[in-house]
């Protein structure tokens, strides 16, 4: 082997070193990047999601990955707000969403503004919020959009100049008018009625009640006799309820009682059932609190919803506006996980809002079925 040709070998053995050297480095980096996006980005999907290969679906969880999004209850100890969260948190590890369940151990509007004041300063995504005043909020909420945050109401709606979409339950309308039925068929209309509602600031409670109202005046020969007696306020507070409703029961023309409130309907609930009182009660309650106060009469039958599914619907709304799916105009579309799809539509309030559904009724015949599921 001459010179030259041994330089041209030692030369040649140097440029393949180099091609495997690249070649390596390359997929070290390829190998890097796949461990960090399992681990950072990827939330675990199910095998029928991977087997269905939606490309779609996957680039919308990976670019969700970083998100935050803020919950804001009335009050924490409520289990209506406890299932609401369930639904929201259900639906955020879908998306792999990071949630932060917030909210005041009193339901007042002044500790729900100094939560909404931190989630501000931590540039949270999303603000979910339902709200204790209709109006108190709505400075904090603006200063919230004006920085960038997306923010809805549900549950409980805020002004619609502070908010860009509201979450409903349902019609606000038949929610009333449903109750007021309710109580009038209950009594078999020979009795008066006595209200246990929320705080007197609650916007959802104060426009279901309107409802009610709206009901008896436009039916007078229905509801002759079973006149509207009183209107009480147990500020969402078991304690504060318990002393309403016994408060209420001592007007003996009161012969049943409507509580659009879950914390109301329980406090109520369990007055009536230890005095023995034979005034009958309806309203808005959960399975599960409500199940011994059907059982035995008190609570011939109720309404709801299931907060789940509205946790659940108000998560992905506000997904859909982080990402720019929709903006809260009416005729906004978007696609709510399990649920399917639903569209935004005109509010009474003249904002814009979403709707669950119907109020779904409980009684002696399903009651059993539903009281393990919230």
């Not at 991977?50 to 919950?71: H, I, K, R, S, Y």
């Not at 009640?209 to 209107?231: D, F, G, S």
């Not at 329980?266 to 059907?294: C, E, H, N, W």
């Amino acid at each position: 082997m001459t010179k030259r040709d041994s330089r041209e070998d030692i030369k040649m053995k140097k440029i393949l070193a180099l091609v495997l050297c690249m070649m390596m480095t390359v997929m070290l980096l390829i190998g890097c990047a796949g461990e960090n996006r399992d681990t950072a980005t990827e939330a675990p999907v199910d095998t029928a999601q991977e087997d269905a290969g939606n490309d779609d679906a996957n680039e919308m969880e990976t670019a969700a990955g970083d998100l935050v999004f803020a919950f804001v209850a009335k009050d924490v100890n409520n289990p209506f707000m406890q299932s609401l969260f369930e639904g929201f948190e259900n639906a955020a590890n879908e998306m792999n969403v990071e949630v932060l369940f917030r909210g005041p151990t009193n339901p007042t509007p002044e500790m729900q503004i100094e939560i909404l004041n931190q989630l501000i300063a931590q540039n949270v995504d999303l603000i979910a919020v339902t709200a204790n005043d209709f109006d108190a909020l709505g400075p904090t909420l603006d200063r919230a959009m004006d920085q960038g945050i997306s923010v809805i109401s549900f549950d409980s709606s805020v002004n619609p100049d502070n908010r860009m979409v509201h979450i409903n339950q349902a019609d606000p309308e038949m929610i009333g008018r449903v109750q007021m039925r309710a109580a009038h068929d209950i009594v078999n209309g020979e009795g008066g009625i006595g209200i246990l509602s929320a705080t007197a600031q609650a916007s959802n409670q104060n426009l279901w009640i309107e409802w009610m109202v709206a009901e008896m005046e436009e039916n007078p020969e229905k509801y002759a006799n079973t006149p509207l007696i009183r209107i009480a306020y147990g500020d969402d507070d078991p304690t504060t309820s318990t002393n309403e409703t016994h408060g209420l029961l001592a007007d003996e023309d009161i012969r049943v009682i409507i509580s659009p409130t879950t914390v109301g309907m329980l406090a109520a609930g369990r007055v009536l059932q230890t005095t023995g009182s034979d005034v009958k009660l309806t309203g808005l309650g959960t399975p599960a609190d409500m199940y011994p106060f059907i059982e035995d009469g008190t609570v011939p039958w109720m309404y709801l919803w299931n907060p789940i599914d509205l946790g659940y619907l108000t998560f992905y709304a506000g997904l859909a506006l982080v990402e720019g799916t929709i903006t809260g105009a009416v005729g906004d579309i978007f696609t709510s996980g399990s649920l399917g799809e639903f569209v935004v539509e005109d509010s009474p309030d003249g904002g814009t809002e979403v709707l669950l559904g119907d109020p779904f009724r409980f009684d002696i015949d399903n009651i059993e079925e539903w009281k393990d599921v919230f």
